[in-house]
Structure formats: C-alpha cells, structure tokens
C-alpha cells in the first residue's frame, strides 16, 4: 500500500508539532501580531492597497522573525534533532501554501485573503519555535 506524498508530508507534519509541542514547551500565543500592525490596518481607511501594504510589512518582520527564530533553535538541536526540523519545516512550508492557495482564478479580495493567511501562519509558526527555542535553554 502506498501512502500518497501528500498524506506522508501531513502525516510527519502532525508527528512534527506534536513532538514540538511536548509538555515542556509553553503553548503559543495564537496570535503573534504586532499592534503596530493593528494600528496600520485601522489607519488605512479599508483601503485594499493600504491594507496590503500594512499586510507586507507586517509579513517581513514576521518571516525574519520566523527565519531567526529557526536559525537559533537550529543552532541549539543535535544533528537529528535537527534535521528532523528542517523535514518538519519543509513540510510547514508546503502545508501553510496549499492552505493559503488562492485558487487558480483569483480576485483582488481572495489574494489578499491568502496574504493575510500566510502572514498569520508564519507568526503562528515562529511563536510555536520560540516556544521550543525556549524550552531547549
């Protein structure tokens, strides 16, 4: 029997955060936003194009932070450890784009709706490392 590569990929994904989030590391905060980018949003008028330049910017700052955060945790993990999350984050990319996948034919409301998805997951994902990170300390 062969396990498709998508139900592999989601399958070590879910075996991935369960060993990251063991008992010893805090649970995440479910929003990792900054105010600053609350503040951007609110002061855009519900302009889209204002909106997506509040959306960039926070997008940056928090893949950097994300980008960051894995680089130290990496650091910090022996060889296996480590190359078990380089596998698990693979994954974590591949996941969060097919669940942010706009669609084939998409508006100007469904691109910045994938936009907004991806820039949430990433913060999700670099405050479940940080948890990590400062569980291995």
């Known amino acids: 029997m062969h396990i498709r590569p998508a139900l592999s990929c989601a399958i070590a994904l879910t075996a991935c955060f369960a060993a990251a989030t063991h008992a010893a590391a805090p649970a995440p905060k ?26 960039d910017t926070e997008y940056a700052y928090q893949d950097g932070r994300l980008n960051q955060v894995y680089r130290r945790l990496i650091q910090r993990l022996s060889k296996p450890e480590a190359a ?19 669609g084939t034919r ?32």
């Not at 078990?84 to 706009?102: H, K, M, N, S, T």
């Not at 100007?108 to 990590?132: H, I, P, V």
């Open 106 to 137: 998409p508006g100007q409301g469904q691109l910045f709706d994938a936009d907004n998805c991806r820039l949430r997951k990433t913060a999700e994902r670099a405050a479940q490392l940080q948890a990590q990170l400062a569980s291995t300390r």
């Open 30 to 55: 479910p929003e990792a936003l900054r105010a600053s980018y609350q503040r951007c949003l609110a002061d855009s008028g519900g302009v889209t194009p204002a909106m997506q330049d509040c959306l």
């Open 84 to 102: 078990r999350l380089r596998e698990c984050q693979r994954a974590w990319i591949g996941q969060r784009d097919r669940a942010c996948d706009p």
